[in-house]
């Protein structure tokens, strides 16, 4: 496998070439409140779109702001005729509805995919899915074990990997240890996404050929990034936390950007 700060570079330059035919494009974050991960993750999205040679557009409002105020200046965005896709950096304060803000995105300018109608794949397993499928991995008739069943990411991961005929499990936090040992012993691809750290650890019995793809981002004790998974498991290729999963979700915000634009 790839290391993926390369394939993502690589990426960058074939978008970048792409997108020299296609002016206009214009994409929109916004984010409210100022949370250091998400300034950081903010910061770089826009970093990527300019590299790309995309039109990117921040706007920051704050955490006080009335859930209203917010659903307003949405409703206003995807009458934007200039605005070829947005999204709203999550987390958001307490006092807004993410369900709310979720359903407020026009379909046809969601870049994250979080919309039940919208024809873009969330973002986060999307670029997974891209970089597994450009790294010519052979999906079909292999197990995948998915930990963690949000719809942003755990659902998501799995109805792609069905796509490409695997022997999909999802295990959550009600799966009994022993039934989770026995999956992840016969795994082949593991996908990690729980936003707890330790999930996987080298006390699980895996296959030295399996693929382990970690999604997670904890801020440990120690002040560092860390992920779901503890790191150097024996297996044949571990994505790193940072710059691993990270790196993938920002490309696939473009690509989706892209094909809205279509």
């Known amino acids: 496998m790839q290391v993926i700060k390369e394939y993502v570079a690589e990426k960058k330059e074939k978008l970048r070439q792409m997108l020299q035919k296609q002016q206009g494009l214009k994409m929109v974050i916004v984010q409210i409140g100022h949370v250091p991960a998400s300034d950081r993750y903010v910061k770089n999205k826009a970093k990527d779109a300019s590299d790309v040679g995309l039109d990117c557009e921040i706007i920051n409002l704050p955490e006080e702001i009335t859930e209203e105020a917010l659903l307003e200046l949405l409703r206003g965005l995807n009458e934007d005729i200039s605005v070829t896709g947005y999204l709203?950096?999550?987390?958001?304060?307490?006092?807004?509805?993410e369900e709310k803000v979720k359903l407020a995105i026009d379909p046809k300018k969601d870049v994250d995919g979080f919309h039940p109608l919208s024809k873009t794949v969330p973002a986060t397993p999307l670029?997974?899915?891209?970089?597994?499928?450009d790294m010519n991995y052979e999906f079909q008739g292999k197990n995948a074990v998915v930990i963690g069943r949000s719809n942003i990411v755990g659902k998501p991961m799995a109805q792609l990997l069905l796509k490409e005929s695997m022997n999909v499990t999802v295990l959550h936090s009600k799966t009994p240890e022993a039934e989770k040992r026995m999956f992840i012993r016969h795994a082949d691809l593991i996908v990690v996404a729980t936003g707890h750290r330790h999930t996987l650890t080298a006390d699980y019995e895996l296959k030295p050929?399996?693929?382990v793809i970690d999604?997670?981002?904890?801020?440990g004790e120690d002040g560092k990034l860390h992920g779901d998974c503890d790191p150097d498991l024996p297996v044949e290729f571990q994505s790193p936390v940072p710059g691993g999963v990270g790196l993938l979700t920002r490309m696939s915000v473009i690509d989706n950007l892209i094909e809205l634009s279509k």
């Open 215 to 219: 999604v997670g981002i904890n801020v």
């Open 88 to 97: 709203v950096q999550l987390p958001l304060p307490k006092h807004i509805s």
């Open 127 to 133: 670029g997974i899915y891209n970089y597994l499928k």
């Open 209 to 211: 050929t399996a693929i």
